[in-house]
């Protein structure tokens, strides 16, 4: 019982590191990035409507949300390359944040060229409010380009809108209303929170582990509740703008502040994570209104 109590108060880590095994975080070779400054460029241009009805807006605080992975005990840190008209998610070295709107099924075509060519989002039309895709070096698990698409609304009212309703309010705005599309003032899919998870998974970080959701989010059975890589958000949610110390623990466990880069073949040592499922879980939580943020990842020989 005393033993029990003990590790109650000490704050199990449970952040997770990325792997070279999509989805199994307690497989394959942790994905880190060779440099500590990592350039990114943001394309919020090129949907319609503007996300946040201002792509300017929008355009800002995705660049004012990677900041927060630079706590003092790292040296690691994204670098602001500024706008880009590129739509492409590619190994081209070049770190994309891309606002999609609307669906490829929509523009009739799918796939990385449709998504391209439209600026559409060609991957699930429910749920997924982003989606970050990293190449990496399956054999040493170096990260080579990482690209965030972020799903947007298309301007349409209901059943025909799809997309997230994306806003760029502060924290202290208060929630949007149930239906917010058109809504200014008002946090419903804030940018900040959206930016600031999907650049965890940037740097090298999985979903934290949450014991309460169903696999594979579930890795962990002590994981802190309302981490920046929680895997879900509520509509109005912008405390992922913010790491807690689990995040911060994280990016400063992969990059150290002056001390080498820490790679590894037995990533989850930190987390006591046993191995992710399936990935069916989208749906369980779908239907208990959660919203989610996935991240996918690409293989690079
Ligand atoms: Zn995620």
Redesign the pocket.
């Known amino acids: 019982m005393a033993v029990a109590l003990l590790a109650a108060a000490v704050p199990t880590p449970a952040y997770v590191r990325s792997t070279t095994e999509a989805g199994q975080p307690a497989r394959g070779l942790c994905l880190y990035w060779g440099a500590r400054q990592v350039r990114f460029v943001v394309n919020a241009t090129s949907a319609t409507p503007a996300p946040c009805g201002s792509a300017a807006a929008a355009t800002t605080l995705t660049a004012a949300s990677f900041p927060a992975w630079s706590p003092a005990c790292t040296d690691f840190g994204f670098v602001n390359g500024g706008t880009t008209a590129v739509t492409a998610v590619a190994n081209d070295g070049t770190n994309l944040v891309v606002f999609r709107s609307g669906l490829c099924q929509a523009a009739g075509c799918s796939g990385n060229a449709c998504a391209s060519t439209h600026n559409c989002w060609d991957h699930d039309a429910m749920g997924t409010i982003a989606l970050t895709t990293t190449t990496f070096v399956a054999s040493t698990g170096q990260i080579l380009d990482a690209d965030m698409e972020i799903h947007g609304w298309n301007g349409l009212s209901r059943p025909q809108a799809t997309g997230s309703y994306l806003t760029c309010a502060t924290p202290s705005s208060p929630p949007c209303t149930a239906i917010p599309y058109g809504q200014t003032g008002c946090n419903f899919t804030d940018v900040g929170n959206v930016v600031t ?2 650049a965890g ?1 940037m740097l090298g970080l999985e ?1 934290t582990c949450v014991a309460s959701y169903p696999a594979p989010y579930n890795y962990c059975p002590n994981a802190p509740d309302g981490t920046t890589m929680d ?1 879900t958000m509520q509509p109005g949610e912008t405390r992922k703008r913010v790491l807690t110390a689990d995040d911060v623990a994280g990016v400063c466990a992969i990059y150290p502040l002056n001390a080498a880069t820490v790679t590894c073949s037995s990533p989850s040592s930190s987390s006591g994570c046993g191995t992710a499922g399936g990935g069916t879980g989208s749906l369980g939580l779908l239907a208990l209104g959660f919203l989610i ?3 996918r990842s690409s293989r690079r020989a």
Request: proline share 12%.
């Open positions: 998870h999907e998974h979903h895997p943020l996935r991240r």
